[in-house]
């Protein structure tokens, strides 16, 4: 891998990864993706005692429209096998992207009469700063954190090209679909945005929406 590539793709990943405190919350909701990883952290989480109530959402996404089963199945297997029981487990297998983890799951939820009033939203390191901006206008009015597996820059190199991609990918939705009224705003620093122009000019670009545009205000 270009070594120029990895220096551009850690600029990225150091403003999309969001780390802070939990705090007591009424549902874990685990983002499905192609990373199990994530459901195991989930699992890990309702060990601790963060909530009672975990819920896993995915139908299939664009890395996952091959897999045999939803990743909703796969990942609650995954959180099965590590400890949480049927009864604090729920399935929501309709997803296709983050905005539709957190509609469906608002929608099973209510239908099932859960009120919610704080969540927390375990995904991939490189995806808890975006997903707690879309939860933010998705679901306005519940208080969210994002958490992630203790998972550092260097333990995403088994498929380097896809990560990097899919990274340059999230870091451009931060503004588009702030731009489009999918997720509130999020400022991007002009380093990061750099950093993805250059990496999509090098070809990491199997992600991208379109032509790139410039992040307001910057």
């Not at 270009?2 to 600029?11: G, H, M, S, V, Y």
């Not at 990225?12 to 874990?28: C, E, F, T």
């Not at 989930?42 to 909530?51: F, I, K, P, T, V």
């Not at 297997?77 to 983050?98: D, I, S």
Request: net charge negative.
């Amino acid at each position: 891998m270009d070594a120029r590539a990895r220096e551009l793709a850690r600029i990225i990943w150091d403003h999309l990864v969001l780390s802070g405190p939990l705090s007591q919350a009424d549902v874990i909701l685990a983002l499905g993706c192609h990373d199990t990883r994530v459901a195991a952290h989930a699992a890990r989480l309702w060990h601790e005692g963060w909530a009672p109530l975990v819920i896993v959402s995915g139908g299939r996404g664009k890395i996952t429209s091959g897999w045999d089963e939803t990743e909703a199945r796969v990942f609650g297997r995954v959180v099965r096998e590590h400890g949480v029981p049927e009864g604090a487990l729920l399935l929501e297998e309709t997803a296709t992207n983050t905005g539709e983890n957190i509609t469906a799951s608002r929608r099973l939820l209510e239908e099932r009469g859960i009120a919610v009033e704080r969540g927390i939203l375990a995904a991939k390191p490189y995806m808890t700063r975006r997903a707690l901006a879309t939860a933010q206008r998705q679901w306005p009015g519940v208080g969210w954190s994002a958490s992630a597996p203790e998972l550092g820059f260097e333990a995403f190199g088994a498929d380097e090209r896809q990560f990097i991609e899919l990274m340059v990918g999230d870091l451009q939705r931060m503004v588009v679909y702030a731009e489009r009224g999918h997720q509130v705003p999020a400022p991007v620093p002009a380093a990061a945005w750099a950093a993805f122009e250059e990496l999509a000019r090098l070809g990491y670009d199997g992600h991208v929406i379109g032509r790139p545009v410039p992040p307001a205000g910057s």
